[in-house]
């Protein structure tokens, strides 16, 4: 019954920047691990970032120096910061909290991600 919900995709022209929104619901946010997965068509669904509850950070290789995640414990909210889009990085979006004992594991129901040539 947990609500998770993604915000802040669009359509946006190679270079250019978004700010995903992840709205969380959750009693323990602050507690759980946030990630953000994408996946296009075809594809499998592939790991984007991840923030632990005490804010270490990590950004996969082909996003790293372009895409932040950040977190906001307060008002139960998680970030994705992407810069310098490409045209690869069309996908869904989507946010996920996690324990890191895998007994809690939410995920919201995506949003478009579009970049333009």
Do not use: H
């Amino acid at each position: 019954q947990v609500q998770l919900v993604e915000s802040g995709g669009g359509l946006v022209q190679a270079g250019g920047s978004l700010r995903l929104s992840c709205a969380s619901s959750s009693y323990g946010f602050g507690l759980l691990t946030l990630n953000w997965w994408r996946q296009a068509p075809g594809n499998q669904r592939e790991l984007v970032a991840t923030i632990t509850a005490g804010g270490n950070a990590y950004v996969a290789d082909s996003m790293r120096g372009r895409f932040a995640i950040s977190r906001d414990n307060d008002a139960n909210m998680g970030y994705l910061q992407m810069n310098s889009l490409k045209p690869e990085d069309t996908a869904v979006y989507y946010c996920n909290i996690r324990s890191t004992t895998g007994g809690i594991d939410d995920w919201g129901q995506g949003t478009q991600v579009t970049v333009s040539p």
